[in-house]
């Protein structure tokens, strides 16, 4: 048995998966390979956990109040504001190795053989130029957006269901242009000490649908929301087409449901399991793993394009963005 954070014996899985499918001989079956990821991926871009960051700069709001449909109901200026600011913090970094690894990987492999589930909004896995028919980002993108409207239709078919992926814009309205420079509005203070109110941004200044010119909100998945049930859908299909040949949980403790589901679904499909992360060697982090699994304890971004070489090749770090 392999010791659980052999590199050599996990490229050689690797090799073995691949090469299987290719032979003549062999069923005439496509590898399949599941990816998990998690902050932890995006952590060695200098990118802070959504507590972090928005806590030391919205502090004068909590952002796990403002990240509510009620919130944005009450105030979709101010919504606007925190994500515009979020927007900013997220493309202020660069996508790291890890993401380019496993965009390598989807690259790689047949469309069908490789699915890259993401719990990551942050945009840095479309801008590693990652395949968007190979991804799925569970809790949606700060870069995606959505319409909300028309107003007084709560059922689907009703919805005008406009939106956009990948926008990059900055700002996206003129209105939001100063909290989109990554200045935290909130934090200007009277004589007094206490922060001054925030002047309010009219709906007809902030982002609008071109279709029904309803507001647009950030695509993104908010607290008391369900995930998209057509992409789950989509995912559930994926998970049942077969037997699954290797499962990587990159940078994420994957406590969460339907994440860590994924896992669960992936081993009985007959998944190794490979764990990439900080803590993944921790006494925690091995807990529930299996002899034939693997941990790697550390950053996604030194670990992944090793371990990925024997399918990728050496990674060529990007002198700029795709
Ligand atoms: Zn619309």
Not at 92 to 103: S, T
Not at 190 to 201: A, E, F, H, M
Not at 203 to 232: I, N, T
Not at 234 to 263: C, N, R
Request: charged share 20%; net charge negative.
């Amino acid at each position: 048995m392999p010791a659980h954070n052999d590199v050599a014996a996990f490229q050689e899985l690797l090799r073995r998966i691949a090469s299987s499918s290719n032979s003549v001989s062999a069923a005439g079956r496509s590898p399949r390979i599941l990816a998990l990821c998690g902050a932890g991926l995006s952590a060695a871009s200098g990118l802070a956990t959504f507590r972090g960051t928005t806590a030391a700069l919205w502090h004068t709001h909590d952002p796990m109040e403002l990240a509510t449909p009620e919130a944005f109901a009450a105030d979709p200026g101010l919504v606007w504001r925190f994500y515009a600011y979020r927007r900013h913090t997220a493309l202020a970094v660069k996508p790291n190795a890890g993401h380019y690894a496993l965009a390598a990987l989807a690259r790689s492999l047949p469309t069908s053989s490789f699915l890259c589930l993401t719990q990551n909004v942050d945009g840095l896995s479309p801008r590693a130029n990652h395949p968007p028919e190979g991804l799925r980002t569970l809790h949606g993108s700060l870069f995606s957006l959505r319409c909300v409207g028309p107003p007084g239709h709560e059922d689907h078919a009703a919805r005008c269901n406009y939106s956009v992926e990948d926008d990059f814009t900055e700002p996206l309205v003129p209105a939001l242009a100063t909290a989109a420079e990554g200045v935290d509005e909130t934090a200007a203070a009277g004589p007094d000490g206490k922060p001054l109110p925030l002047p309010r941004i009219p709906a007809e200044e902030l982002p609008q649908c071109p279709k029904c010119k309803s507001l647009l909100r950030p695509g993104v998945v908010w607290f008391g929301e369900a995930l998209d049930k057509e992409m789950l859908k989509g995912v559930d299909q994926w998970v049942a087409a077969g037997k699954i040949d290797l499962m990587l949980v990159v940078g994420t403790s994957a406590e969460v449901y339907p994440a860590a589901g994924y896992i669960e679904r992936a081993r009985r499909a007959g998944a190794v399991v490979a764990t990439i992360n900080l803590d993944a060697e921790s006494r925690q982090g091995l807990k529930g793993l299996r002899s034939r699994d693997f941990a790697f304890g550390g950053s996604a971004a030194d670990i992944l394009p090793v371990l990925l070489e024997p399918l990728i090749g050496k990674l060529e770090e990007p002198t700029a963005e795709a």
